[in-house]
């Protein structure tokens, strides 16, 4: 069984973020809380590998930054609920979004799976929506014990044992309408046209006692009727503490004010040092 040996690191509390690299923006954590993020770091490291840049092949390794990423993100609430229905997390590009979310994806749909659970890849564009699919993908069949444990298709991933499936939905809303996603992974939030898409999942995610919708995004156009704005804003109230609402995490990178952008301290809010590269 692949989830063997992840319960030993199930109840780590979230990490409290670095200065050197804290965002610029966060929900607060709850103090004494639980988090799945070690669970995703564990089943990551033990069984994905760097799938480009100059450590392909190699074992993956995250950084502390997105370890509290994924701490952060996955908290639980008092009632064992993953706390957060809505979570946005803003950063620069090249900052492997694409492997995070498929290592989240991955963790829930076989290193902690349950039955019949409904995992999407979603975006504007079905090719924008396939860059995390198609990193999990990737990392199924390229691992004898993973694939063992899925059958792999061109859109989906279904685990074996338990039917739950990870497939890439279709950026056409209308057919979104009926899905009951527990995991849906909304990549680049900043270039959607509407909310259409985004109310789709977040609607059909209503009906479950837990679920997660995670806008992973880099920023875009500041207008005052993009959905992006709107959750920027919405996110900063939250955590600023203007807005009590505790099931809506924050995770924004950006630099400060008025950074030169030939300070070097600028790069560490502009790029990543991470070794895995991402679109």
Same mark, same amino acid.
């Given at each position: /069984? ?6 030993? &690191? ?11 690299? *804290?965002?610029?923006?966060? @929900?607060?954590?709850?103090? =004494? ?7 995703? @770091?564990? !089943?990551? $490291? ?28 996955? $908290?639980?609430? $008092? ?6 229905? #809505? ?16 290592? #989240?994806?991955? @963790?829930?749909? &076989?290193?902690?799976?349950? #039955? =019949?659970?409904?995992?999407?890849? &979603? ?26 444990? +899925? ?33 849906? #992974? ?37 207008? %005052?009727?993009?959905?992006? @704005? ?11 503490? $203007?807005? %009590? %609402?505790?099931? !809506? ?5 950006? *630099?400060?004010? =008025? +950074? ?5 301290? /600028? ?6 040092? *991470? ?5």
């Amino acid at each position: /069984c692949l989830s063997r040996g992840l319960g030993d &690191v199930y109840k780590r509390q979230p990490l409290a973020p670095d200065p050197a690299w *804290a965002p610029a923006w966060y @929900t607060a954590p709850v103090p =004494g809380a639980m988090t799945d993020g070690p669970l995703v @770091t564990s !089943f990551s $490291e033990r069984l994905m590998y760097a799938s480009k840049g100059m450590r392909k092949g190699l074992p993956l390794v995250y950084a502390p930054h997105q370890r509290f990423q994924f701490d952060h993100m996955l $908290e639980r609430n $008092e009632r064992g609920f993953l706390r957060y229905r #809505i979570y946005l997390l803003g950063e620069p590009r090249k900052t492997g979004k694409s492997l995070k979310g498929s290592s #989240i994806a991955l @963790t829930y749909l &076989v290193g902690m799976p349950d #039955i =019949g659970r409904e995992l999407y890849s &979603v975006a504007g564009d079905r090719q924008q929506a396939k860059l995390v699919f198609g990193e999990a993908r990737w990392q199924v069949l390229n691992n004898k014990r993973l694939h063992d444990e +899925c059958h792999v298709y061109r859109d989906a991933i279904e685990h074996k044992a338990t039917g739950s499936v990870y497939r890439v939905l279709s950026s056409d809303a209308k057919l979104a309408q009926g899905y009951n996603p527990f995991i849906c #992974i909304f990549d680049e939030v900043h270039v959607q046209a509407n909310d259409e898409l985004w109310e789709a999942m977040r609607q059909g995610a209503g009906a479950r006692p837990e679920s997660l919708l995670l806008g992973i995004t880099t920023a875009g156009d500041y207008r %005052d009727d993009a959905l992006l @704005t709107r959750l920027y804003d919405y996110g900063i109230a939250v955590a600023t503490g $203007e807005v %009590d %609402d505790p099931t !809506f995490g924050f995770g924004w990178w950006q *630099a400060p004010n =008025g +950074c030169d952008h030939r300070d070097e301290r /600028c790069l560490l809010y502009t790029s990543d040092a *991470a070794d895995e590269e991402d679109s």
